[in-house]
């Protein structure tokens, strides 16, 4: 005869799963950064949100350091490799341009913590843990963009020798409109992109 289970009825056990204890570390550290930001929050406030002990969160993270350095992966690397799917070059300029506009719209509407704290992150003083934490990703995400440029230089020579003033001017100018939290229909794209080009091509 099988003992009695403890499990009643119409509630969900939680098993647990390896490794999630550290993605539930993560994404609870995200939340209270997010938040509050980086120094603002301490190692017991994420331990006990995560509902586990210091020892737990040391095994998975050496310290603070290493937390925050692993939640800049757990937010970046998304981002990046998505970014990296759409920002290909194919000879139509402008279909390219309104590719790359409609991923920072479509990534901001989606992801919204994400994005502001990537690049809340990368706006953080030169100093900060934040600011330094982020910059291998600040990296690849210029060396992406100025790629992306560079093979477009291909197809309008206007291009050529001002792929990294445009890698970092797009982001920039995407990113005046994306936080001032007006509206952004699909026309919104068109009209962002049809702006951007006209400094490429006056």
Not at 82 to 87: H, R, T
Not at 112 to 141: C, D, N, T, V
Request: net charge positive; aromatic share 12%.
């Amino acid at each position: 005869m099988n003992p009695p289970s403890s499990h009643e009825p119409g509630k969900k056990q939680s098993a647990k799963k390896p490794g999630s204890a550290r993605t539930t570390i993560l994404e609870t550290a995200f939340d209270l950064f997010s938040q509050r930001g980086y120094s603002g929050v301490g190692i017991q406030e994420v331990c006990t949100a995560s509902g586990i002990t210091k020892p737990t969160l040391y095994y998975h993270f050496t310290n603070k350091e290493g937390l925050l350095a692993a939640v800049q992966s757990l937010v970046s690397e998304p981002l990046l490799q998505e970014l990296e799917g759409v920002a290909r070059a194919t000879g139509d300029v402008v279909m390219d341009i309104r590719r790359v506009i409609g991923f920072y719209r479509s990534y901001y509407q989606g992801h919204p913590r994400e994005y502001r704290w990537f690049w809340g992150s990368i706006m953080a003083p030169s100093e900060s843990l934040q600011r330094q934490s982020i910059e291998a990703f600040r990296k690849r995400h210029e060396t992406l963009l100025v790629s992306f440029f560079t093979r477009l230089s291909e197809f309008h020579g206007n291009i050529r020798g001002k792929e990294l003033n445009l890698a970092l001017a797009l982001p920039g100018i995407m990113n005046g409109y994306l936080f001032s939290g007006h509206d952004m229909p699909d026309s919104w794209v068109y009209q962002m992109a049809q702006h951007f080009l006209y400094g490429i091509f006056s």
